[in-house]
């Protein structure tokens, strides 16, 4: 199920940001630095109900900017059924520990609109999601 729900997410997330980069403008980059800032304090603070929502609203910023309302809600499906994993990232992952960096990244190319740089570091990212969960289920 992780693999299956986690392939599909990073086809259609990765397109969806290949898609968004060219309609980044300064208030969408403002909002996902925002986001980034609420996945650091709710960190500090060890709220983590708090820290996942801060992860899926900065993702879903830059799937919003793509423009394309079907694609939009296949993602918002997967990211539903993803959400245990996505938790597990955040609580055991490398995100329980750094949740900002990669983002950060992101938002670096997001704000130069390198559709094939941000489409490729989306991919890049869930795909690293995806093999550190198989690891940390494997051990439990």
Do not use: C
């Amino acid at each position: 199920n992780l693999i299956d729900i986690y392939t599909v997410r990073a086809a259609l997330e990765a397109h969806a940001t290949y898609l968004a980069a060219k309609h980044m403008d300064e208030q969408r980059i403002s909002d996902l630095q925002g986001r980034m800032e609420d996945m650091g304090s709710s960190l500090a603070n060890k709220d983590f109900e708090g820290l996942v929502d801060a992860h899926n609203q900065f993702h879903l910023v830059i799937y919003a900017a793509a423009d394309r309302p079907r694609l939009f809600d296949l993602i918002q499906r997967y990211m539903a059924q993803a959400n245990v994993y996505i938790r597990l990232s955040l609580t055991v992952g490398r995100g329980a520990t750094d949740p900002i960096s990669e983002h950060k990244d992101l938002v670096q190319i997001l704000k130069y609109q390198d559709s094939e740089a941000a489409g490729s570091l989306m991919r890049s990212h869930l795909e690293t999601t995806m093999h550190e969960l198989e690891e940390i289920i494997q051990r439990q």
